[in-house]
């Protein structure tokens, strides 16, 4: 149920940039009024500092020190943040913090 509205949320949100990038401003609102109900229904979004340190403290615990435990680190993180964050962000969070150990 909650994958189903995340990915009826990321169609919207695809289709949201798709219509602003072609000038379509009414489909656009079309799609962000779609997205406002959609939203209502899910838990609310971790913001990126919460990201970061929620992937700070996993890469602790798993013992992460390169960008060669990415996986190990993303594994954890998505089980954790499901539903709550959107995996590119958390991905590039992780990346980034992987690459500056």
């Known amino acids: 149920e909650m994958k ?4 009826m949320m990321k169609q919207r949100k695809d289709s949201y ?19 406002d109900v959609i939203s209502r229904f899910l ?4 913001s990126e500092q919460e990201i970061k340190e929620a992937v700070l403290k996993i890469i602790l615990e798993t013992h992460a020190t390169s ?28 990346k980034e913090l992987l690459s500056n150990s």
Do not use: C, N, T, Y
């Not at 990415?70 to 969070?93: E, F, H, N, P, R």
């Open 43 to 46: 838990p609310e979004q971790m």
């Open 4 to 7: 189903f509205l995340q990915k």
């Open 67 to 94: 960008p060669a435990d990415m996986g190990k680190v993303m594994g954890v993180a998505s089980k954790q943040m499901a539903g709550k964050a959107d995996g590119k962000v958390i991905s590039a969070v992780v």
């Open 17 to 35: 940039d798709i219509f602003k990038q072609q000038g379509r401003e009414d489909l656009a609102e079309k799609e962000k009024e779609e997205m």
